[in-house]
């Protein structure tokens, strides 16, 4: 069984910056396909960063404001996003090859 937990969501102004962290019990390395995906109220989850085989995805909404990375050493799946908006008020989650986690808050205030 993979246990995810996410880490690194809060309260920032608008052009603020978080990161989030993915935590991954076992190795990272057995896994092609993660990504993280955000859910506001009244929303469906939808994608905002994955890494698969071929490369980095990003939902349009947010190219060249976040990255995702993965660490296979330290097990962790990672979102850096830079100049947050508004509308990227959502509950941000975790997900390894079908696996989620807990998920975390980000809000973020005009």
């Known amino acids: 069984q993979v246990l995810l937990v996410e880490s690194g969501g809060g309260l920032v102004q608008a052009g603020g910056s978080l990161r989030l962290s993915c935590e991954v019990s076992g190795s990272l390395v057995r896994y092609s396909h993660m990504g993280w995906l955000r859910q506001a109220p009244g929303e469906e989850r939808n994608l905002v960063a994955g890494?698969?085989?071929?490369?980095?995805i990003y939902a349009d909404s947010v190219k060249g404001r976040f990255t995702v990375s993965r660490d296979n050493a330290k097990h962790t799946l990672d979102l850096q996003m830079n100049n947050l908006r508004p509308e990227d008020n959502a509950v941000y989650y975790c997900?390894?090859?079908?696996?989620w986690g807990p998920g975390t808050e980000v809000t973020v205030s005009s």
């Open positions: 997900n390894v090859s079908g696996h």
């Open positions: 890494i698969t085989r071929l490369g980095t």
